[in-house]
């Protein structure tokens, strides 16, 4: 029981759900999770961290980036059943709707390079 609770935990916040629904338009990283939502880098990793914990999603280094995607191959009974409904729920919702538009135009190569160039930036001064 204590799985299935931390399951339903993981899918008790708004942001997580937007995360999973981006992911089933394709994977992505933290800094276009982060570009989409709005939110720090440094939120959007805890609830990357989350889901990730619960076998929601899965990550692969893919050079500089770590790439997050749905776990479309777990052994988690709970999960695997959840995971094709959810594809089906909000598809009209309009949040979700426009965070998908967002995925389909975000470009992580410039994205992701902006975001670095800006931190060495500050850093450095």
């Not at 410039?110 to 930036?121: F, G, K, T």
Request: proline share 2%.
């Amino acid at each position: 029981m204590r799985y299935l609770v931390k399951i339903f935990k993981a899918l008790s916040d708004t942001n997580r759900i937007r995360i999973l629904k981006m992911l089933q338009v394709r994977p992505l990283c933290v800094c276009e999770i982060s570009s989409v939502l709005g939110l720090a880098n440094s939120t959007v990793s805890k609830h990357l961290s989350i889901l990730k914990d619960t076998d929601f999603i899965t990550d692969r280094k893919e050079n500089k980036w770590v790439i997050y995607s749905l776990n479309k191959t777990t052994i988690e009974n709970y999960v695997r059943d959840l995971l094709p409904l959810m594809m089906e729920w909000l598809p009209n919702d309009s949040i979700v709707r426009r965070d998908v538009e967002k995925v389909l135009y975000v470009d992580k190569d410039v994205l992701c390079n902006v975001s670095s160039d800006l931190i060495r930036e500050v850093v450095t001064g």
